[in-house]
C-alpha cells in the first residue's frame, strides 16, 4: 500500500492503519529498535509503541515522508526505553558508546521547556549535515541515527576502522565549532 493512502488510513482512525503499517515498515523500524536496545522483546515493544505514538500524533500531523517519521518515532522510544534501562543500571553497549560521543556536541537531556531550542538545533543539524560531503554524512547518520558499531559501518562502506572513527571525530569537531558559531552551544 502506497504511503499515503496509510496516512490516509489514520486520518480515518481506521485500524487498517496500524496493520499496514507493520506489514510495509515494521522490519524497518524493528531493526532501528534493535540496534538501540540489542534486544528482540524491548525492540518489539519499542516498535508498538511507535504505532501508538504515530496513531496518536496522526491527526492532526499529516507526514510528508511516512518512513523518515516512523524512524524518528521508533528512534526516540527506544532511546527512550533504553535510558530507562541504564537508570536501572542495565543499560551499555553501542547505544551509549554513540550517544556518548555526541555529548560534546549536543546534550542528552530532553527537557519539554526546551522545545524550541531542539527544533532549532534541529534545524542546525540538518543544515550542517546537508554541507557535508555524502560519504561523510552517510557515516555519520549510519552511527549516530541508526547507533551502527564502527564495525558495521567499516563493513557497508569497505572503510578500515581507523578510517571510520577518523571521519567521525572530523565530523563531529565540526558539527561542534557549526553550532557553536551560531551559538547553540
Known sequence: MEDDRI????????ENAISETSAKYGKYCHAIAYRILSNTEDADESVNDTYLAAWNSMPPHKPAILSTF?????RRTAIDKWRGQKAGKRGGGETALALDELTECVSS???VEQEAEERELDRALNAFLEKQAQTER????C????LMSVSEICEKFAFSSSKVKSMLSRTRKKLRASLEKEGLI
Not at 70 to 74: A, E, Q, S, V, Y
Not at 138 to 141: E, K, M, N, P, S
Request: hydrophobic share 45%.
Open 143 to 146: 552511527r549516530y541515527f541508526f
Open 138 to 141: 552517510d557515516v555519520f547518520i
Open 109 to 111: 537531556e530532553h527537557n
Open 7 to 14: 496516512v490516509e488510513l489514520y486520518w480515518m482512525r481506521s
Open 70 to 74: 516512523l524512524g524518528k518515532i521508533t
